[in-house]
């Protein structure tokens, strides 16, 4: 059993920040990636960045150069730095782990940009 908690989601003006934070806890493996996922209205839930348990990162074009995705594994936790935030980056944000060819989500934590 594997559990996600999210937070650090809210309402923030265009061009601000946000941080979001992910702990993972329950049945966690040495050897896994962690990632985020965000969900538009009306449209289907997308990839935004994820991070290896090596440290190896990859991330959606839409973001680059404007979201960075870390993690501390002593702590089993995955972060998304959020800066120069658009309206377009309104959606609710999902916290994921892939490990043992399981995937495991998070509640998700609302994201609103304000024009």
């Known amino acids: 059993q594997v559990q996600l908690v999210e937070s650090g989601g809210g309402l923030v003006q265009a061009g601000g920040s946000l941080r979001l934070s992910c702990v993972a806890s329950?049945?966690?493996?040495?050897?896994?990636?962690m990632g985020w996922y965000r969900r538009v209205p009306g449209k289907q839930r997308e990839l935004v960045a994820g991070?290896?348990?090596?440290?190896?990162?990859n991330y959606a074009d839409f973001v680059k150069g404007r979201f960075t995705i870390s993690r501390d594994n002593a702590k089993n936790t995955v972060y998304l730095q959020m800066n120069s935030l658009k309206p377009e980056d309104t959606a609710v944000y999902f916290c994921?782990?892939?490990?043992?060819?399981?995937?495991?989500w998070g509640q998700g934590t609302q994201v609103t940009v304000s024009s």
């Open positions: 994921n782990v892939y490990q043992g060819y399981s995937t495991h």
């Open positions: 329950g049945s966690i493996f040495s050897i896994n990636v």
């Open positions: 991070v290896s348990s090596g440290g190896r990162t």
